[in-house]
């Protein structure tokens, strides 16, 4: 239980990054798990489309630090790399 006036007014303002927080993670799994999913159906030009806005969608999500911008840019790294070993 938050004691000061300044930790009650944290602990508010935690539950609202918390709950900011868990979207953007939600977005990030979400556009992963869609890439991944045409990298399995072997959809190379559809992936293609795809990869501008996923770049663009997991570093906006990195630079809030809902993730870090080491673990975005490998994720984008290894993603993009699948794309182009589609045949």
């Given amino acids: 239980m938050p004691n000061t006036k300044s930790?009650?007014?944290?602990v508010r303002r935690v539950k609202?990054?918390?709950?900011?927080?868990?979207?953007?993670?939600?977005?990030?799994?979400?556009?992963?798990?869609?890439?991944?999913?045409?990298?399995r159906g072997k959809k190379k030009?559809?992936?293609?489309?795809?990869?501008?806005?996923?770049?663009?969608?997991?570093?906006?999500?990195a630079k809030t630090g809902a993730i870090k911008k080491k673990t975005a840019s490998r994720n984008i790294s290894r993603i993009s790399k699948k794309i182009y070993s589609l045949k």
Avoid: C, D, G
């Fill in 16 to 39: 609202l990054q918390t709950a900011a927080n868990r979207v953007r993670r939600s977005k990030y799994r979400s556009v992963i798990k869609l890439m991944n999913s045409l990298i």
């Fill in 45 to 61: 030009n559809e992936a293609k489309k795809l990869l501008p806005k996923l770049n663009s969608q997991i570093m906006k999500i």
């Fill in 7 to 10: 930790a009650i007014r944290r």
